[in-house]
């Protein structure tokens, strides 16, 4: 398809590159140069130095021919704009990234008059992302499938664990059938495992499982799955006040430490529930003084990676609160995954995983109706997979025969199956039937439908 994104900061760039991979033609269109020269020559696409909102600017880039625009300059108004434009331009399909919080209720309205097929709010999907893993404390990342029925938890095997040293296939027959390990990752290496695969402590690994059964799994495998009671929230951002609200909704005591004393005012008055306190995070005096020693949850999002790595190492060292760190720079993502900072939140990746999955839904449909349709797309273990949820339309190659018997792409794992509200662990012998929603892990290829499973004919 050809893609035209309006705006190429860090989530611009993030989407031209993935979707440029996925053999997308992507133009990118952006007022500074320096983004524009960087883009074009690390990546395979087309760069425009100017506005996004402007018809001129557009139709140069050729929105005439387009099938989508996707703005997420960093103004919303922006964005809107482009995307107004562009559906009278051209009459295709658009994004738009919506930011701020008071268009949050109005978005359905603002996504209906103006014809957007899509709206994206970053820092609301991070907040989400963020409470779903203090809802399951001992996890590293976390992603829902099946309408939140199943979970796909990334976790490292503790010392002690009596999963050391353990097949995979010993341990779904010793701890029940009702699990898979879809994902391992080992001194850098990520694999799809087989039922021979020796499981060893200090490997991460990515589970599939019923949502009920994560926190038996947890105690079976030795870590301890203690609720979290208390959060410190470092920066008071956008994300810290919808991660704020949500939390303190759950009864979950809340603070938020902020330097800037105007946004505190803001904050104390949308967040009655919340302790709102003004000072520098990277104050330690002032950390210990607000508790950080007895918090169940650390979560560091200033506008700084560095500073959000070092206060979450600092945490580290001084509690034993679950780290959530807030990184966005392309330069530390390798560099975090070495050090005990926690959980690493990117609002960029998850902005892209959610264009991703419209962009491959939209491809589908133009294929044929009759192809199952994927409902949610993950980057998971560190961007090196991918994780997929596809919704079983009608009877087709990969329908009503035992799984067994279809001859399966390498490095990919069918994981799950729900069927009628009910979650299945997939067997040899099972089978995928019309209206089942059908979750994927894949290494190395990009699925856009669920007969891409398939490595040629059925044997």
């Known amino acids: 398809m050809k893609i035209i994104i309006a705006g190429c900061g860090k989530v611009g760039y993030t989407l031209a590159e993935q979707l440029s991979e996925?053999?997308?033609?992507?133009?990118?269109?952006?007022?500074?140069?320096?983004?524009?020269?960087?883009?074009?020559d690390a990546l395979d696409i087309i760069g425009y130095i100017g506005n996004g909102n402007s018809y001129k600017m557009q139709k140069e880039a050729g929105v005439e021919d387009a099938d989508l625009l996707i703005a997420v300059t960093g103004h919303d108004e922006v964005n809107l704009l482009s995307c107004l434009i562009a559906k009278k331009a051209g009459d295709c399909k658009t994004i738009a990234r919506v930011r701020n919080p008071e268009y949050v209720d109005e978005i359905g309205f603002i996504r209906e008059e103006l014809g957007l097929s899509l709206s994206i709010n970053p820092e609301l999907a991070t907040a989400r992302d963020i409470e779903r893993l203090i809802q399951v404390p001992s996890?590293?990342?976390?992603?829902?499938?099946?309408?939140?029925?199943?979970?796909?938890?990334r976790f490292e095997i503790p010392k002690g664990s009596p999963w050391h040293q353990l097949r995979v296939m010993d341990a779904a027959v010793k701890y029940g059938n009702h699990f898979l390990v879809c994902i391992l990752e080992r001194e850098g290496e990520v694999v799809i495992p087989s039922g021979n695969t020796v499981l060893m402590e200090g490997d991460k690994i990515s589970m599939i499982a019923p949502t009920e059964a994560m926190n038996t799994l947890f105690n079976i495998i030795g870590i301890s799955a203690r609720p979290i009671r208390n959060v410190m929230i470092a920066g008071g951002g956008t994300i810290a006040y919808y991660?704020?609200?949500?939390?303190?909704?759950?009864?979950?005591?809340?603070?938020?430490?902020?330097?800037?004393?105007?946004?505190?005012?803001?904050?104390?008055e949308k967040l009655d529930r919340a302790m709102i306190i003004h000072g520098?995070?990277?104050?330690?005096?002032?950390?210990?003084?607000?508790?950080?020693?007895?918090?169940?949850?650390?979560?560091?999002?200033?506008?700084?990676?560095?500073?959000?790595?070092?206060?979450?190492?600092?945490?580290?060292?001084?509690?034993?609160?679950?780290?959530?760190?807030?990184?966005?720079?392309?330069?530390?993502?390798?560099?975090?995954?070495?050090?005990?900072?926690?959980?690493?939140?990117?609002?960029?990746?998850?902005?892209?995983?959610?264009?991703?999955q419209y962009v491959r839904d939209l491809e589908n449909s133009r294929i044929s109706e009759r192809d199952s349709k994927v409902d949610m797309v993950y980057k998971v273990a560190d961007n090196k997979a991918e994780a997929l949820e596809f919704t079983v339309e009608e009877q087709s190659r990969v329908t009503d025969i035992p799984i067994m018997d279809l001859k399966l792409k390498p490095n990919l794992l069918l994981c799950s199956i729900m069927r009628a509200n009910r979650v299945i662990i997939p067997s040899g012998q099972d089978r995928i039937l019309s209206g089942d929603k059908v979750v994927v892990v894949a290494t190395g290829a990009h699925l856009n439908r669920l007969e891409d499973i398939l490595d040629g004919a059925v044997r």
């Open 280 to 356: 520098d995070a990277a104050d330690s005096k002032l950390l210990l003084e607000e508790g950080l020693e007895q918090m169940d949850a650390f979560v560091a999002l200033t506008n700084f990676d560095e500073e959000n790595i070092m206060l979450s190492l600092y945490a580290h060292q001084v509690s034993k609160a679950k780290l959530i760190t807030k990184v966005n720079k392309i330069a530390f993502e390798g560099i975090v995954k070495s050090i005990p900072v926690g959980s690493i939140i990117s609002p960029k990746h998850l902005t892209a995983e959610h264009i991703i």
């Open 22 to 40: 996925e053999g997308h033609e992507i133009t990118v269109i952006e007022p500074r140069a320096d983004r524009v020269q960087a883009a074009v």
């Open 139 to 153: 996890a590293l990342d976390l992603d829902t499938f099946a309408k939140g029925r199943a979970y796909m938890v």
């Open 243 to 268: 991660l704020a609200e949500r939390l303190t909704r759950a009864k979950v005591k809340t603070t938020i430490i902020e330097s800037n004393l105007q946004r505190c005012n803001e904050l104390s």
